[in-house]
């Protein structure tokens, strides 16, 4: 069995190589797949998203003696019959209620009915109001940040690369990457929270640079192919994935391990929900952006110019040439 440094080499030299653009038409299907599945999980398990978003009243009941959350639904509709309740224990000791705007009488009583229903201070019962226009703000800069870096990712690589096809395979891989980890995100039960966002923005910064290194090197590949070049332009293509490949998998392997422990620190030892919030969409996003650099963006960009005159041209007497030689032969 080879070791890993002969593996390596031998997926840089060719003699090892992995059909990424061979088998395309597969990935594809099981991109779309993926995306399709992704997509449908909101209607199956709506997507939360926090009172920052959705605006409304929070409370906080820190350090009671019982962790019960129905205790605290039954305590605010005994003020607001009827209300809507979101409750969850935060930090593995206090219990956190949200519910739909409130007037201020209302928040002060239900302050009251949870301090009593939980036995604490009413002092121990913290209260905060966010309204709606501010969370439909944050909703609109969180999409503005998404729409322009998506627009200057678009503009930088296409002056990097010097053609729009590397572009677009990389646009088209980073909403894959987006899709499937909001998808993965709601199907959790995680709530998308501000730090959430920060996450996907980072996850998609993360995706553009495995991909712009995997592009790198295909740009190198295929400039050196030249008219006497014995390779197809897939088969240049696949080479710069292969070769890259290693590189690839230890990016998001040394990556991935740290968000991991954070993400587990953060959910079941301090319970921390901001670091669970970000670190979840960072862990999800680092394994999805490997494999949408190697199995979307690549395939797609090669599937974008191999319809190109010459490059047809060129692989046409590719395969002209090596039928005369098996003949030959």
Request: proline content about 4%; overall charge negative; charged content about 15%.
């Amino acid at each position: 069995m080879p070791s890993m440094n002969e593996f390596g080499n031998n997926l840089y030299s060719g003699k090892t190589s992995f059909p990424f653009v061979g088998k395309r038409r597969l990935w594809f299907i099981i991109a779309i797949a993926l995306v399709v599945g992704s997509a449908l999980v909101p209607l199956i398990r709506p997507i939360q998203f926090s009172i920052e978003f959705t605006g409304g009243s929070q409370f906080t009941v820190q350090a009671p003696d019982s962790l019960d959350q129905e205790t605290a639904t039954t305590a605010v509709q005994s003020v607001v019959p009827g209300a809507a309740t979101k409750v969850v224990v935060v930090s593995g000791k206090d219990v956190r209620v949200q519910t739909d705007q409130m007037s201020a009488a209302e928040t002060q009583q239900v302050g009251e009915a949870l301090a009593e229903a939980y036995g604490v201070d009413p002092s121990d019962v913290t209260s905060s109001f966010i309204g709606p226009a501010w969370g439909e703000n944050v909703t609109k800069q969180s999409l503005w940040g998404l729409a322009i870096f998506l627009a200057l990712t678009f503009l930088i690589l296409a002056i990097y690369f010097r053609t729009w096809k590397m572009s677009a395979a990389a646009i088209i891989g980073l909403l894959d990457v987006l899709v499937i980890t909001v998808g993965v995100y709601a199907l959790a039960g995680f709530e998308i929270s501000p730090a959430a966002v920060i996450g996907f923005l980072t996850i998609l910064a993360y995706s553009l640079y495995d991909t712009t290194v995997v592009f790198d090197k295909i740009r190198e590949n295929t400039t050196e192919d030249g008219e006497k070049s014995a390779r197809l332009f897939g088969e240049s293509v696949n080479l710069a994935v292969n070769q890259t490949l290693v590189r690839s998998i230890n990016t998001s392997v040394v990556a991935a391990l740290p968000v991991g422990a954070v993400l587990f620190i953060g959910a079941f030892w301090l319970g921390a929900e901001s670091l669970t919030d970000i670190s979840l969409s960072i862990f999800v996003g680092i394994l999805v952006a490997t494999y949408s650099t190697l199995f979307v963006a690549a395939p797609l960009y090669s599937l974008f110019r191999e319809n190109e005159p010459q490059l047809k041209a060129r692989d046409a007497r590719i395969r002209e040439a090596r039928s005369r030689a098996a003949v030959e032969v």
